[in-house]
């Protein structure tokens, strides 16, 4: 690989002007121009709009976005003095990063709950990682091709993709954001010291701390730049440049401890990290020394990548003695490569540093190591291989260097479709936690997860497995114990439920939700008693979701509690405004008790005026019906004939209540008869309801021949259509009615056998 870096890049020669002093540094002696940085930035651009263009229709997964967006109701405020106090007095996810919070509040203003949207932030400000690193290292040593190989590695590599497509990731591809600023404030500073660029190094720092605190190390990997490529720091001539490097990290130092600290309180605080006994030392060692050869292996050879890898039950020696052997070979080559080629030592100490953080020496969550946490690490990596590479293959045959260069672009090349299809498992939950068990083997998590992302879209069948797997490697998991009874509930098995809330609720010591979720499997059963105590027992704890509140409605209107059913749809309204089967049960309660002028207030909110308001008052009035609330239907049939006469479902609806109504008060059937044959008329004979309601009305009115015939007439139309055979089933019965002198009186009130789709409530 064909390079043009001058002596400041570390070249094995050794330079023939004075060396120079701890407090100045030399500039690379050929650098990029910027119209050919211009066009390695457009690469980049490129480069990573291929692989990540398709977050763009994308969701939010199951593992943490919930958390920190999607049922996070302050972050979805937006910016607010609310959310501003929350993201600084707040933890998210066991972790203090308020930057990575206002960041998220940012979105929620812009984008509200737009998937897509917030994950192509994240791209963007992967790409401009990618851009600063590449003018990061070619100001740094004036080597154009090896930088832009480094950046091209971090933009499209599949380890990253995790940092990328993961919407709650935004404090990785953020805190490296702060991070890469920080090294160019440190560039600046060091070439030019100065108290005020000194602040401004400590100022990208301390904002890439509250980005994410994993950055704790970097003031000590500001070192390694001062080892190399700055040379401000000389192996071969450490006391007389050690000290001022030193000293002005200090400082800097200050504020990773500080961030240190608060990281530390509140993951224990949350109760997030791991007891010795639940995770042993020598287990917290092993995986912390396998997981440093882990990330070079994967760096590597990037295959079967997931979202979680579970940390294995006893210590990976074997694996841990590979890394450590590797490692070991490493940073021997790096010391004896120490004064000739420093930038392999500068790079291997950088990954190290870097990595120390998340190695789980302080255990936090069940993950053995991640593909997140290679994101910074993997730079040093990158550095210290390519400019190796590039080394190397100085002054070698140009036939030697195209090979090389050929073989890079066929590397970047892979790597590129393999990033792309690594994306691709990003898209939602289901394909998320699915490709995480196959590459990952099975994990409580994931189980877990993949129910909920199931259930999420409905497939409550399908996520009762997940689940029952998930507690078999987990069995005092309350909140999988939660999951999975509430969707035996939805599935209807509530035997099953049952038992399986109680256990939930034995487990997660009477949480609300849990509560809530037995008392509603309760009230689904027959035992109000029992369901309405859980149900405020919840309420007094939390406030619920609307439907627990309109269920305990329900309860109460059940055993003739009327008032405090008011109460609960009320409270069901308070959280959700929009809950129409909660203002409607208002609605009817208060007709229940004989507040007409209430009940006619909600009704009224329920119809929507567009279109002239007669869909939502038939619908409304079909209701009423079909609850036996008659007084209530006949009346809001007739203001929906009142906005248009014409319209066709009001018509049916209404003459079928009054042919078949089983109260006698509101049967009419001279009405019935003409409301029907105004209908039959409009669809010109062809709509076999509107004849068989018409069938209805003459039995009413007593003219039988005349319904027989028509009845007759509504059979030969619904043979000829794509109707269940129950459909035509009923209308023969009604028929045989018909033809004994008898009149048909509809059980359910209004509704007929199959009422036409438009009338449907």
Request: proline share 6%; glycine share 8%; with cysteine.
């Amino acid at each position: 690989m064909a390079s043009t870096r001058g002596a400041a890049a570390g070249t094995t020669a050794m330079p023939t002007t004075p060396a120079p002093t701890a407090d100045t540094t030399p500039p690379p002696e050929i650098a990029p121009s910027r119209a050919r940085l211009a066009v390695a930035c457009l690469v980049l651009g490129a480069a990573v709009a291929v692989v990540y263009a398709q977050v763009g229709s994308h969701a939010f997964n199951q593992f943490d976005d919930d958390e920190y967006i999607v049922a996070n109701a302050v972050v979805q405020q937006g910016l607010t003095a609310q959310s501003l106090t929350y993201a600084f007095t707040s933890c998210t996810s066991a972790n203090w990063h308020p930057l990575t919070v206002l960041s998220h509040m940012l979105d929620c203003e812009l984008f509200g709950l737009n998937a897509g949207a917030h994950l192509t932030v994240n791209v963007i400000l992967h790409a401009a990682n990618a851009v600063l690193l590449l003018l990061l290292l070619a100001r740094l040593t004036g080597a154009f091709w090896p930088s832009l190989g480094v950046a091209l590695l971090v933009a499209v590599h599949p380890l990253n993709v995790e940092s990328v497509a993961w919407a709650s990731q935004r404090k990785a591809v953020l805190s490296g954001l702060f991070a890469l600023l920080t090294l160019h404030a440190h560039v600046t500073y060091a070439r030019r010291p100065s108290p005020g660029r000194l602040a401004r190094t400590g100022l990208c720092l301390a904002l890439g701390l509250l980005s994410k605190p994993t950055l704790v190390m970097l003031p000590f990997a500001l070192l390694l730049l001062d080892l190399w490529p700055l040379r401000r720091l000389r192996l071969e001539a450490w006391s007389q440049t050690w000290r001022r490097p030193v000293l002005e990290k200090i400082p800097l130092a200050a504020l990773s401890l500080l961030a240190s600290l608060a990281t530390l309180y509140a993951q224990a605080a949350m109760g997030a990290v791991a007891s010795r006994a639940a995770v042993p030392f020598d287990l917290r060692f092993a995986n912390a020394a396998a997981s440093c050869g882990w990330y070079l292996l994967k760096a590597v050879f990037p295959w079967h990548l997931g979202v979680f890898y579970p940390l294995p039950a006893a210590p990976p020696w074997g694996a841990a003695a590979l890394a450590t052997a590797a490692l070991a070979g490493l940073s021997w080559a790096a010391w004896r490569w120490r004064l000739s080629r420093p930038w392999v030592m500068a790079g291997l100490l950088w990954y190290g540093l870097m990595l120390v953080p998340v190695l789980g020496l302080i255990q936090v969550g069940g993950q053995a190591h991640a593909d997140r946490y290679a994101y910074l690490p993997l730079i040093g990596f990158w550095m210290g291989l390519v400019w190796l590479l590039d080394d190397l293959t100085r002054g070698r045959p140009a036939a030697t260097r195209h090979a090389l260069a050929a073989l890079a672009t066929a590397v970047l090349a892979a790597l590129t479709v393999a990033a792309h299809r690594q994306v691709a498992h990003w898209r939602d939950g289901t394909a998320l936690f699915t490709r995480a068990l196959q590459v990952c083997g099975p994990s409580a998590p994931m189980h877990s997860n993949l129910g909920n992302a199931l259930i999420a879209v409905g497939r409550h069948a399908e996520a009762v497995p997940h689940y029952r797997a998930a507690l078999a490697i987990a069995p005092n998991d309350g909140r999988v114990w939660n999951n999975l009874g509430s969707s035996l509930m939805n599935l209807g098995r509530f035997d099953e439920a049952i038992p399986t809330l109680e256990r939930a609720l034995e487990l997660n010591q009477g949480a609300p939700q849990t509560a809530a979720n037995l008392g509603s499997a309760c009230l689904r059963t027959g035992r109000l008693e029992e369901g309405i105590r859980l149900l405020e027992q919840a309420a007094a704890q939390t406030p619920l979701l609307a439907v627990s509140y309109a269920e305990l409605g329900d309860a109460y209107a059940q055993l003739g509690r009327l008032d405090d059913a008011i109460g609960g749809y009320g409270r069901a309204l308070a959280a959700d405004p929009s809950m129409a089967l909660a203002r409607y049960r208002l609605g009817r309660t208060y007709l229940l008790r004989g507040d007409r002028a209430a009940a006619r207030a909600h009704f009224k909110a329920l119809v929507d005026p567009a279109g002239g308001g007669a869909q939502g008052l038939c619908r409304l009035g079909l209701t009423l019906a079909e609850d036996g609330l008659f007084q209530a239907a006949v009346e809001y049939l007739n203001a929906a004939l009142g906005v248009r006469p014409d319209f066709v479902p009001a018509l049916i609806g209404l003459a079928y209540l009054r042919a078949t109504c089983p109260e006698d008060a509101w049967r009419h059937g001279a009405e019935a008869v003409e409301k029907a044959a105004r209908a039959v008329a409009l669809e010109d004979g062809r709509n076999p309801f509107a004849l068989d309601t018409l069938a209805a009305a003459y039995a009413e009115a007593g003219r039988f021949p005349e319904a027989i015939s028509t009845a007759q007439r509504a059979i030969g139309l619904l043979e000829r259509s794509a109707v269940p055979p129950e459909v035509i089933a009923d209308c023969r019965q009604r028929l045989a009615l018909y033809s004994t002198g008898r009149p048909y009186r509809s059980d359910a009130g209004l509704r007929p056998n199959t009422p036409p789709a438009a009338a449907k409530p």
